[in-house]
C-alpha cells in the first residue's frame, strides 16, 4: 500500500480521487490548504503528493517549489491539473515538480499514472525559483 498526499482546493475533486485510488490498495490523505499540505508532507512521508495546481492562496507550482526548497520530504511531488500539457510541462520544469497527472474522470487511467509516478526516483531538491 502507498501513500499519497493529495493537495485540492475541491472537495468534489477530493472525494473522486479518494474514491478512484483508495480500492487499488492506495492510502490517502486529503488536505485542501497549503500550510495542512506542508504540515502532512513532513508527518506523514507519503510515497507520492498531488498538488493542484489552481488554488486561492498559492498556486500549485509555489507549493511544490517551497516544499522542495525546505527539503520537507524527498516524496515523488507531482501537479495534479486540468491544465493543458503545455502549460503543465512548463509548470514542472519551473516549480521542481517529478511531473504532472491531467486530472481526469477515467479512473483507470488516473491509476495508471499514479502507478507510473510511483515506481520512479523523487528528483533531488531544487534551489531555482518558480518562476
Not at 1 to 21: K, Q
Amino acid at each position: 500500500m502507498s501513500r499519497i498526499l493529495l493537495l485540492d482546493d475541491s472537495a468534489l475533486v477530493l472525494n473522486a480521487t479518494r474514491e478512484a485510488l483508495e480500492p487499488a490498495g492506495h492510502q490517502l490523505t486529503c488536505v485542501s490548504e497549503p500550510a495542512a499540505f506542508f504540515t502532512a508532507l513532513s508527518s506523514e512521508k507519503p510515497e507520492l503528493a498531488l498538488v493542484d495546481v489552481s488554488m486561492p492562496t498559492l498556486e500549485g507550482d509555489a507549493v511544490v517549489w517551497i516544499a522542495r526548497a525546505h527539503q520537507l520530504h524527498g516524496c515523488r511531488i507531482v501537479l495534479y491539473s486540468a491544465k493543458s500539457e503545455a502549460e503543465l510541462e512548463a509548470l514542472v520544469r519551473s516549480s521542481g515538480a517529478d511531473g504532472y497527472i491531467c486530472k481526469t474522470g477515467d479512473d483507470d487511467k488516473l491509476r495508471q499514472e499514479v502507478e507510473k509516478f510511483l515506481a520512479r526516483t523523487p528528483k533531488a531538491a531544487s534551489s531555482s525559483s518558480p518562476g
